[in-house]
């Protein structure tokens, strides 16, 4: 069974920290690129970051560069999204998302609040 299940959000103050992590299992990981998106209420889904199957290629969405970092972990199956100096503007609900030419998996996403 195909399975991403994200952990790690939670709420947190202007300027703080969090950490998720994605765990894969039931396929391959290490033939997908990994991607996080997130969702704020009332918003679009928007991609934040992603990285390549072997993760060497990383890219990051302008509204988070230089304060995220995406990285994996394929002897864990784990991808991990290190967030620091949060703003309350990311605020939202983040998703973990295997994708490859054959097909595309998404996780149940996990909560994250930035509030003073």
């Known amino acids: 069974q195909v399975q991403l299940v994200e952990s790690g959000g939670g709420s947190v103050q202007p300027g703080g920290s969090l950490r998720l992590s994605c765990a894969a299992s039931g396929f391959d990981v290490r033939t997908f690129s990994m991607n996080w998106y997130r969702q704020g209420a009332g918003k679009e889904r928007e991609l934040v970051a992603t990285?390549?199957?072997?993760?060497?290629?990383?890219n990051y969405g302008d509204s988070v560069k230089e304060r995220f970092t995406i990285s994996r972990d394929n002897a864990k199956k784990v991808v991990y999204l290190q967030m620091n100096s949060l703003k309350p503007e990311d605020t939202a609900v983040y998703y973990c998302n295997a994708r490859n030419s054959w097909g595309t998996y998404w996780g149940q996403g996990t909560q994250v609040t930035v509030s003073s």
């Open positions: 990285i390549s199957s072997e993760g060497r290629r990383k």
